[in-house]
């Protein structure tokens, strides 16, 4: 075979379990029948400093993990990097998600930034949850600024429980939201691929207000009306994806952005609604590359 295209996929070194690997299997093989010849590496294989200038370079990298030094050291090359560095990082904090959505208008559940601290002191006070007790009332959602796959994501129903969350906590990078009650257990993963919704799922849960498939949740094929799926590219180019899984929550004024995740994994979506996101992915970025996005 004659592959008209070189390219990296790269993914995280320590991470490796199946539910990741088949997502890079996916790739290698859809790349392989796009004549694209698919270079898996980890970033272990070449942390920063060990690509230098005089390497083959790849025409592009698919960078599935969340090594931001990496993907804007790579950048540095001249590399074509999917999704950027400065997406990547948006989409991983999800403080700064809000922000990037906030600047743009786009409807999200009210929110509130924790104030920072420092590790090696932590809250000396805890007056902000009063604040966000009278701004958003209880329950609420308080969520760590990182984590994936709806963990770190918790439900206080009083301040004492709040605060308890907090303490209890691996990490002193929070927000706090407002508990949006028409979506307990319900939301919307709609795929974004360049300007495109390409499939969506409904997720849901009987036993949990977030309806992640990780957490227990069940997945059903869903059709996004017009609004939700122009709320979900709206939200996909605030944080500057080419490609997105954007969560949205259904609200009672109208459908609200839970988060955006750079990297999403799709087998799910595959699974429900048989939308090949790999081959999609893959396809966007050799249309882009020669200058012809779809």
């Known amino acids: ?47 920063v400093g060990a690509v230098t200038e005089n390497v083959e370079k790849p025409q592009f990298v ?39 959505l906030k600047k743009e208008d786009i409807p999200t559940p009210d929110t509130m930034i924790v104030p920072m601290t420092y590790d ?28 994936s796959f709806g963990e770190q994501v918790y439900l206080a129903r009083n ?10 906590c691996h990490s002193f990078k929070l927000l706090f939201q407002q508990y949006i009650k028409e979506s307990h ?5 709609l795929q974004v691929v360049g300007n495109r919704v390409i499939g969506a799922m409904e997720r849901y849960s009987d036993n949990d207000f977030r309806a992640n498939i990780t957490a227990g949740g069940n997945m059903r094929a869903y059709q996004p009306t017009a609004d939700e799926s122009k709320i979900a590219i709206q939200a996909a180019c605030a944080v500057g994806a080419d490609f997105a899984g954007v969560d949205l929550l259904f609200g009672k004024d109208g459908p609200l952005v839970c988060e955006v995740n750079s990297n999403a994994h799709f087998k799910n979506l595959m699974d429900c609604t048989g939308v090949n996101t790999a081959r999609e992915i ?3 970025i050799v249309a882009d590359i020669r200058g012809g996005k779809r």
Not at 125 to 138: K, L, M, S
Not at 159 to 168: A, H, R, W, Y
Not at 185 to 189: A, E, F, S, T, W
């Open 159 to 168: 301040d004492t429980e709040c605060k308890t969350i907090i303490q209890e």
């Open 1 to 47: 075979m004659i592959f008209v295209m070189h390219a990296w996929l790269i993914t995280n070194g320590f991470m490796q379990s199946e539910k990741f690997n088949e997502l890079s299997d996916l790739f290698i093989k859809e790349a392989k029948s796009l004549n694209i010849h698919l270079e898996h590496k980890k970033n272990s294989d070449i942390p």
């Open 282 to 284: 893959l396809q966007y």
């Open 62 to 100: 698919l960078f599935w993990d969340k090594d931001i030094l990496l993907a804007g050291f790579l950048e540095s090359l001249g590399i074509r990097v999917f999704n950027s560095s400065t997406c990547i990082e948006v989409c991983d904090d999800k403080r700064k998600t809000y922000l990037a």
């Open 185 to 189: 257990g319900r939301d919307i993963r």
């Open 120 to 147: 090696t002191v932590g809250f000396t006070n805890y007056d902000f949850i009063e604040f966000a007790g009278e701004r958003f009332g209880f329950p609420l959602v308080i969520k760590e600024a990182y984590g």
